[in-house]
């Protein structure tokens, strides 16, 4: 079954995520949505990395993917912060994942007990799932995936995945 790629992107200078996403855009093929861009303050996990004033944001891809290529395309983004990266300094943070009907899945190397392996080093968590009153959340989803209005942008891509699935 195919899902609605997606990307978490976090960066400290606009111009640095424009270039991502240019190059995103080469290889994987056009946007259909971005969210709001928001301060991202919830750690400070990536300050001594990449600095303070964080903004993070989604970008949703118009072409489903098969689900199975989310381990090529986690390295896919990791190969993208590496090249863009500065005195071994990450300038941004580019973590994949999709949108099914149900739920929201996210691509990452760390392995925890929730978490599922794909091969390639990369695993994958539930992240939130969809409700019929908005999203519901577990103990190991990241808190900025948990504001409100990152609920609501999800939650419209989904009714849209939903809407060219009744179509077919």
């Given at each position: 079954?195919?899902?609605?790629?997606?990307?978490?992107?976090?960066?400290?200078?606009?111009?640095?995520?424009?270039?991502?996403?240019?190059?995103?855009?080469?290889?994987?093929?056009?946007?259909?949505?971005?969210?709001?861009?928001?301060?991202?303050?919830?750690?400070?996990?990536?300050?001594?990395?990449?600095?303070?004033?964080?903004?993070?944001?989604?970008?949703?891809?118009?072409?489903?993917?098969?689900?199975?290529?989310?381990?090529?395309?986690?390295?896919?983004?990791?190969?993208?912060?590496?090249?863009?990266?500065?005195?071994?300094?990450?300038?941004?943070?580019?973590?994949?994942?999709?949108?099914?009907?149900?739920?929201?899945?996210?691509a990452t190397r760390k392995d925890r007990a929730h978490r599922v392996y794909m091969?390639?080093?990369?695993?994958?968590?539930?992240?939130?799932?969809?409700?019929?009153?908005?999203?519901?959340?577990?103990?190991?989803?990241?808190?900025?995936?948990?504001?409100?209005?990152?609920?609501?942008?999800?939650?419209?891509i989904r009714e849209g995945l939903l809407r060219a699935q009744r179509q077919k």
């Open positions: 079954m195919k899902a609605k790629l997606f990307f978490a992107m976090m960066y400290s200078r606009r111009a640095i995520y424009e270039e991502a996403k240019r190059f995103l855009e080469l290889k994987l093929g056009s946007i259909e949505a971005e969210s709001n861009p928001y301060t991202f303050n919830f750690t400070d996990y990536y300050t001594k990395e990449m600095g303070a004033n964080l903004e993070k944001r989604f970008v949703v891809f118009k072409d489903l993917i098969e689900r199975e290529k989310l381990p090529k395309i986690k390295l896919l983004s990791m190969k993208i912060e590496k090249e863009m990266s500065k005195n071994g300094r990450r300038l941004i943070n580019i973590d994949p994942g999709y949108i099914t009907p149900h739920a929201i899945f996210l091969g390639q080093g990369i695993f994958i968590e539930v992240t939130l799932l969809f409700t019929k009153d908005g999203c519901k959340y577990f103990e190991w989803t990241y808190p900025d995936y948990k504001l409100p209005e990152n609920c609501d942008f999800f939650r419209r």
